[in-house]
Structure formats: structure tokens, C-alpha cells
């Protein structure tokens, strides 16, 4: 009992501190005007939402660009040159790297337009404009309909929203849901596909300090690279052609050469990707403690296989560049978000809010009819959801990630259709697509890589559970009485899919002989069981109680908002275009730690160790930080400033978004959090959650000085 009412005072200790912050939140352009500006210029901004979005005339939203599917980029120049992170151009710069040509190692500059380099399928995407849609959506929905009934009919509405918004353009367009489903907003995109490797510099710039420092603060990262949009002569989207023009913007960045000081205004716009901060204290439990240390044990195996064999073969170091970076990347983020919820003591401020909640609830005898159980009832749909979040985990984290298993199931429409139907006239260009796809998936494969994981995560499956556990899994482990290292040399010496000869010489066999193949092939077999498995038994609990949860955070959100519990409504990230805004500010990282909002080129040199590969200096920029050749990008200090932090509220997607001061000028890249601040996309905590930028003026000095594309430079709008 003591304990009990402990806990209980220490719960209302934490209520009466928990609210939202001037720095939290990720706003809809469209809506700054009414519910941000004022809070923005009495912080310091010096324009206003109309600045930022506009439909009547060119505005900062047209300089902003999803570049590829989930990152940010920004237009510099009247010449659609474009700046995003190293690692948003990190697959574009490998695609065209060979062990002659490495600019993943030496950087690449294009001296001209004639030699930028293209990039098939890389995507800027443009927003045209957003417009709140949600009674015309919800004019379709009626009390009495079930969840599937809902959906169908918020499907219907919105594709007919879609197409109604893109007839007679080029465009296209989404229906985007939001708080749950509360709220519905359409998004109309011009699409560009002709996007141009114009520059980056070499990792030990673009990544130093690599995985060492990912996630981290004090941060020397040049983390950018340069593009360029073409367009055709109508300044239209357009497939890649040689008579593409540069793509005029309607809008592009100045640049500001000012720098920042502490308790600046900033913001940041772009595409942040998801967030969940309406998360209760059950589902931040699941997420923190539970889904995340598998996850996390699972990638860390692959890492290390990835990485002792990188280090021994210059080849296999570029072919498996970015899927390590891939893997490193969330792998960090996790320890990081599940470190930063136990140590602000994130699932109790959670359930301190649910009291507050159910506190309000008892002084409002209607509220407490219609939302009194719904907690209850939101933990009852967690437990029974986690077994299949759980083995959702081990096979997306384990069996999924196994290169050979994803590539087999590739093949399952084509097995088929040989089983099916041996004389099917579909068959010779099923073969002809899978050739293509052979070529590019053998070029980034090694065997004994993928054999030396799947020998490690293949006993891991076991924590899966019996009834989610595939035929062929558990005819191995007995076979092999759970030696998976015999069982995985077993199977990688008996399979089709493991070289490109073998895969040659299987689309070329008659449907027959397919049909014969497959049936004993260890690694189709296992393959498809557990995909099998993932589509027939985790995917179908994991829809049917992530639906219900779904409905019922619609209920929560919409309930929050009534009744008024928290005093800042923002909607969690969707990848659609964001404003974050806050401060420039230092923060204390941990007991007497204090870390200043800036970084500077000095502490570069100061990283460097022969030791650490990530902390690697290039000689020739070693020797420009020491001769202080820094010209017009120096701060006032004298020192080159090469980072900043701020209290921007961003998250993954947010990489390679402008950070504008508070007259709209660039004046950095963002494109990481800080490690005490990664939980941010599930609670923000003003003191430590902070975004980390690259400083423009380092990244303007390294093409300028460092790579001698002052050219580059001279398309830009430099304001001093
Ligand atoms: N953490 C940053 C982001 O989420 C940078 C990632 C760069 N990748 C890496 N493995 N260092 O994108
Ligand atoms: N590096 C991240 C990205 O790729 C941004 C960092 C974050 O998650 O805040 O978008």
C-alpha cells in the first residue's frame, strides 16, 4: 500500500510538469498562419506563413523537395541545383563507384553540366499545393459503419479527391490521413525524374566520424551532396534526356553567410517521416524495452559480418557501403530512443499524462460514458497484438534480412506460373525480368557474407514461437539437432540462389525441371515459409489489432483535443512537408556535461585517429584547417564553424532539410538528432532533444576551397 501511494505522488509529481513545449511539433504549412505565427515572431521570425506558403505567388515551399523517398533537399539557384545530405546521395554517389572511379572515397565534382552524372529512378518531388479535406471525406462516413466500412469509404472519397485535384495536369496527388484518422489533408505533387549528381565530397568529409558519431553531438560531418533537376523544354518533369534543361524553381534559398548565435530563431521545412508521440505509456513500454532490444540484437549480428568482411577487400567495402550504413543507422537510433525514454523516465510521464486523462474524465460525467475505458481497452488490444509484433520483428529483423531469402521469394510468381501452367506464353519475359534483376542484385552480393548472418540469425527465428515457425525451419533444427551452422552450410551449398551462374542456369531449365529444383531448394524453401508465414499469420493480427488500435487512438486523439488535456495539438510526422521551429541552444547531455551549440573545423583535427577509420583526415583538408584558409566562411570568431543544434522538432526524412534563420535565409543542412534526444518521435524533452546541422558555410567553403567549384557557388544568392 505505502508503495502504492508512493508512486502514486510521484505520479502527480510528474502530471503537474508534463505539458507540451514552445520548441515541440512538426506544423502544416498551410496552417502556420493561424495557429503558429505569432508564436514564431515573438521568437524572432522576421517574415511570415505567407512567406513560407504561398498559393498566389512563389514562396519558400516551392524550394523544398522530397529527394528520393525519404529525404529532403533544397533549391539553391535559379538553375534547379539542389543541396541534400552525403547520406541522402550516399546510393546515388556508390551507383556510379567502382574501385577505378571511387567517389564514394574521393569525391566526385562535375566541372561541368555536361558531366553530371544521372541517376535512373531518383525522384525530386515538388509540393503545388496541400488543402485541408477532411468534410469532404467524413461526409462519407456515417456512425453506423464498421472500421472496414470506414476505410472503404475514406478510400473511395479519397481517390476520387485525387483524381478530381490532377485532371488535365501533370501532376499528382495524395489523400493523406492524419490524427488517426481525425483530419484529412490532399497533397498535389509535380513529380521530377531527371535528377543529376552534380557534386559530393569524400566520405572522410561527407561521413567523418561515420557511425562513431551517428546519432551524436559534438558532430563534424560535411554531410551534404549536390544535385541538379532537369526538366524539358516546357520546364516540365521529364525522363532522363540529353536535352533536358536545368529546371527553373519558383522559388530558391538565399544563403546567408551570417552564421548563428545562441537563442536564434530557426526552422526547419521538410519531410519528416513518422513520429508517434500520442503513444500511451503501454506502447512506448512495447516499443522501448521490448521491439527495440531485438531489433537491435538482430542488426548488431549482421554489422559485425558486414564489417569484418569489408575490411578485408576494397571491393566488398563499396559493394556493401550502404546497406551497412542502412543497417548501422536504425541500429544506433534505437539504443539511443530506448536509453533516452528510461533515463527521463518516459513511461511513467506517460502514465502520469493517462491520470491527468482519466483525472479530467472523472469531473466530467459524460466525457467518462464515452471515453472511460478506453485506456483499458487500448492495453487489452496491446497485449493481444504483441506476439504478433514480436514475431513480426524476428522475421522483418531476421529472416527478411537475409540477402538470399528476399531475393529467392522473388522468384514465387514465376515458380508458379512453371507449376501452374509449364506452357504459359508469360514465362519468357517473367525470365527476362528476373535476369535483369540477377544482374543488379549479384553486383552488391557477396555469399559468404549472407551465409556467415543467416548461420547467426537462423537459430534467433526460434524466438518467433512454434505457430509462426515454417515447416522447413523446424525439419532443419532436428535434422541438425539446432547446429545452424551445419544446417546454413547446408543450405547454401545446395541452393540455386546464392550465384548468378546458378540463377542463369535455373530460368534457362524447362517448367519441369523448375517444379523439381525448387522442391528440395533449401533456401526457396525457407524463403517462402516464412513469408508465407508473415503474410497468412503474423500480417493478418498484426492488421487486425493495428486497426483496432488505430480506432482507438482516433477516439484518444479526438477525445484529447475535447477535452483539452494537452495544450499544443500537433499531428505526428506522415512524410508530408513540415515546419519545425525553435532555438539555437546548447544543452547539459548528462551530470555535469554541458555541450555548446556549435562545433568548429579545429575539431576535426582534434578527432583525427589513425586508429578509428571514421576519424580519418584527408591530408589536403587537414592542411587547409591548419593554414585557417577560411575567406568570407569564417565566422566573426575567425574560426570555421562546421555545425549547429537547435530545438527544431525533426526526425527521420528530415535529413537534408533547409535550417532557415529569421529572415528565411539558409543557413544549414540538417541531418541528424542528438543521441540524448533520439525518443523525440515518441516524447520530446525541450532540454535534451535537439536537431544537428551542418553549417552552410562549411559546406560552401568545401566546394569552394576545398574542391574548387566556386562555379557552383556562383549560381547561388549569397547574402552577407
Ligand atoms: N542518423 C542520420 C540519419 O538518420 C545519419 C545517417 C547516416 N548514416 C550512417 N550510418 N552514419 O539519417
Ligand atoms: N538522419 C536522419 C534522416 O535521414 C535525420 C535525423 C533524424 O532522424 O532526425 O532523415
Avoid at 505505502?2 to 513545449?21: A, C, D, H, Y
Avoid at 536535352?243 to 519531410?271: A, C, M, Q
Wanted: a negative charge.
Amino acid at each position: 500500500m505505502r508503495i502504492k501511494s508512493l508512486l502514486l505522488s510521484l505520479l502527480l509529481f510528474l502530471s503537474i510538469s508534463f505539458r507540451t513545449f514552445a520548441d515541440e511539433g512538426m506544423w502544416l504549412p498551410i496552417l502556420l498562419q493561424s495557429l503558429n505565427e505569432k508564436e514564431m515572431q515573438d521568437m524572432g521570425f522576421r517574415l511570415t506563413a505567407e512567406d513560407i506558403y504561398s498559393i498566389n505567388h512563389g514562396s519558400m515551399k516551392d524550394a523544398v523537395v522530397l529527394f528520393g523517398g525519404g529525404c529532403t533537399a533544397e533549391i539553391v539557384s535559379d538553375q534547379g541545383l539542389i543541396l541534400t545530405n552525403h547520406h541522402c546521395g550516399y546510393g546515388s554517389i556508390q551507383s556510379h563507384s567502382s574501385v577505378e572511379f571511387d567517389y564514394l572515397t574521393d569525391g566526385f565534382w562535375a566541372m561541368s553540366k555536361e558531366q553530371e552524372l544521372s541517376n535512373p529512378g531518383l525522384k525530386a518531388t515538388i509540393l503545388v499545393r496541400m488543402e485541408d479535406v477532411t468534410a469532404q471525406i467524413l461526409k462519407h462516413i456515417t456512425p453506423g459503419m464498421t472500421e472496414t466500412q470506414r476505410q472503404e469509404a475514406i478510400k473511395k472519397a479519397s481517390s476520387s479527391i485525387e483524381s478530381e485535384a490532377v485532371k488535365d495536369t501533370h501532376y499528382s496527388a495524395q489523400v493523406k490521413s492524419f490524427y488517426y484518422g481525425n483530419e484529412f489533408y490532399l497533397m498535389v505533387y509535380e513529380v521530377f525524374e531527371d535528377v543529376r549528381l552534380v557534386g559530393a565530397p569524400p566520405s572522410s568529409i561527407g561521413k567523418f566520424g561515420g557511425d562513431t558519431d551517428n546519432w551524436m553531438w559534438p558532430r563534424h560531418t560535411g554531410d551534404f551532396s549536390v544535385f541538379r533537376i532537369y526538366a524539358n523544354k516546357d520546364n516540365e518533369p521529364a525522363a532522363y534526356s540529353k536535352s533536358n534543361v536545368p529546371y527553373k524553381p519558383k522559388y530558391s534559398f538565399p544563403i546567408s553567410l551570417k552564421g548563428v548565435k545562441e537563442d536564434d530563431f530557426t526552422f526547419v521545412f521538410g519531410y519528416p517521416g513518422t513520429t508517434e508521440h500520442f503513444t500511451v505509456s503501454e506502447g512506448v513500454k512495447n516499443i522501448t524495452e521490448e521491439e527495440n532490444p531485438i531489433a537491435i540484437g538482430l542488426r548488431r549480428m549482421r554489422m559485425d559480418v558486414m564489417e569484418k568482411y569489408m575490411k578485408t577487400d576494397p571491393a566488398i567495402r563499396i559493394q556493401y557501403a550502404s546497406k551497412l550504413a542502412g543497417v548501422a543507422n536504425y541500429w544506433k537510433k534505437m539504443i539511443g530512443e530506448s536509453l533516452g525514454i528510461r533515463q527521463w523516465n518516459g513511461i511513467n510521464r506517460k502514465k502520469a499524462f493517462e491520470n491527468d486523462f482519466m483525472e479530467t474524465l472523472h469531473k466530467n460525467p459524460a466525457a467518462m460514458e464515452k471515453y472511460g475505458s478506453l485506456l483499458a481497452t487500448m492495453n487489452e488490444t496491446y497485449s493481444k497484438l504483441e506476439p504478433y509484433s514480436l514475431a513480426f520483428i524476428y522475421f522483418y529483423e531476421g529472416a527478411y534480412s537475409i540477402e538470399a531469402f528476399r531475393y529467392a521469394y522473388g522468384f514465387r510468381t514465376y515458380v508458379d506460373e512453371c507449376i501452374a501452367d509449364p506452357s504459359s506464353d508469360k514465362l519468357p519475359s517473367m525470365r527476362e525480368k528476373l535476369q535483369t534483376s540477377a544482374d543488379g542484385f549479384f553486383k552488391n552480393y557477396h555469399q559468404e557474407i549472407d551465409a556467415e548472418i543467416a548461420a547467426l540469425i537462423l537459430p534467433q527465428l526460434r524466438n518467433m514461437g512454434n505457430s509462426f515457425l515454417p515447416e522447413w525451419w523446424t525439419k532443419l533444427d532436428s535434422k541438425y539437432a539446432g547446429d545452424w551452422q551445419k544446417a546454413t552450410d547446408y543450405i547454401y551449398s545446395s541452393s540455386v540462389f546464392v550465384n548468378a551462374d546458378n540463377v542463369k542456369k535455373f530460368l534457362s531449365m524447362k517448367p519441369k525441371k523448375v517444379k523439381k529444383v525448387i522442391a528440395s531448394d533449401p533456401i526457396y524453401q525457407l524463403a517462402n515459409g516464412f513469408f508465407d508465414s508473415y503474410f497468412d499469420k503474423i500480417s493478418p493480427g498484426r492488421d487486425l489489432y493495428g486497426a483496432e488500435l488505430d480506432s482507438l487512438y482516433r477516439i484518444y486523439v479526438a477525445a484529447l483535443r475535447e477535452l483539452k488535456v494537452s495544450d499544443r495539438f500537433y499531428p505526428d510526422a506522415n512524410s508530408t512537408l513540415r515546419v519545425a521551429y525553435g532555438k539555437v541552444k546548447g544543452f547539459e547531455a548528462a551530470d555535469a556535461v554541458y555541450y555548446k551549440y556549435y562545433t568548429t573545423a579545429d575539431g576535426i583535427l582534434t578527432k583525427e585517429d589513425p586508429g578509428i577509420a571514421d576519424y580519418y583526415v584527408d591530408p589536403k583538408l587537414k592542411q587547409m584547417v591548419q593554414n585557417k584558409d577560411y575567406g568570407r566562411y569564417a565566422d566573426v570568431d575567425g574560426t570555421l564553424h562546421t555545425g549547429f543544434i537547435a530545438t527544431n522538432h525533426t526526425t527521420g526524412g528530415n535529413s537534408g532539410s533547409p535550417v532557415l534563420n529569421a529572415d528565411g535565409q539558409l543557413i544549414g543542412i540538417n541531418f541528424d538528432r542528438v543521441w540524448q534526444g533520439t525518443m523525440s518521435d515518441l516524447m520530446f524533452d525541450p532540454g535534451k532533444c535537439r536537431n544537428v546541422s551542418l553549417d552552410i558555410r562549411y559546406c560552401l567553403w568545401v566546394i569552394d576551397k576545398y574542391a574548387g567549384a566556386g562555379y557552383l557557388i556562383d549560381e547561388m544568392k549569397i547574402v552577407k
